[in-house]
């Protein structure tokens, strides 16, 4: 009960969210981190996924590709990011701790670990979401003349969309809640809080960060699903 009481204390008292270093500091920090990674992999893994989709082609590749980044620990690759290559590259090779502007101290590096980390995901459902496509969407859409731009714009992706909707859904709230491990190699965002309130035996400060960042979680997730209910074409549910 002690605990609890501590951790309100902590996020009822002003002077813990404003300044440098502050709450609302670190929660812009990460949900900006957040962002930009779930961005940067959508841009990269929706046009292949999508494409190799339509192609039918390479889907196997894709995905098993894909199913190895959920393999590798995102926390093995974020301190690699961070630290001097062991093979004897120069560490200018690697992000790196600089700070990146609001992005806060390895930034670069978070960004680029959670970008990664996001792939997965948006790749898995991108691919599969064109493939689900009945062929006679397909076979109907050609038999009205359409070109393979046309059938994939106009009748696949429509059907498409909510399970592509899905997947960066997913990534979202994955992304929003790994990129607190920034903190255990002194990076940016709301991890900082909880690893210090814990390493300090502050269990009411950590505890209150995992609350924020729960709470944000909760609020994320449930933005994500109306969007991804807007984007579900009619009938498409029933």
Avoid: C
Avoid at 217 to 226: D, F, M, N, P, Y
């Amino acid at each position: 009960m002690r605990v609890i009481l501590d951790a309100w204390a902590y996020l009822t008292s002003s002077a813990n969210w404003t300044g440098t270093g502050g709450m609302l500091q670190l929660l812009g920090q990460q949900l900006l981190i957040t962002l930009t990674a779930l961005v940067l992999a959508a841009a990269i893994g929706l046009p292949i996924a999508l494409w190799l989709g339509h192609r039918g082609r390479g889907g196997f590749l894709a995905i098993n590709v894909s199913n190895v980044g959920r393999a590798v620990p995102t926390f093995a690759l974020l301190a690699l990011l961070v630290t001097a290559d062991p093979w004897g590259w120069t560490l200018d090779s690697f992000p790196g701790t600089a700070t990146l502007g609001p992005y806060g101290r390895g930034g670069a590096a978070t960004v680029v670990a959670l970008m990664l980390f996001a792939l997965p995901p948006i790749i898995t459902n991108a691919y599969v979401a064109v493939r689900e496509v009945p062929s006679e969407v397909r076979a109907a859409a050609e038999g009205m003349g359409m070109s393979g731009r046309q059938v994939f714009w106009r009748a696949e992706l429509p059907l498409a969309r909510p399970l592509v909707a899905s997947g960066l859904r997913l990534a979202l709230v994955q992304v929003w809640a790994t990129a607190t491990i920034a903190a255990l190699v002194a990076g940016p965002g709301l991890g900082r809080v909880i690893t210090d309130g814990f390493f300090r035996t502050d269990y009411g400060k950590g505890i209150a960060g995992a609350v924020v960042v729960a709470l944000v979680a909760l609020v994320l997730e449930l933005t994500a699903s109306i969007i991804q209910r807007a984007v579900t074409p009619v009938g498409a549910g029933t």
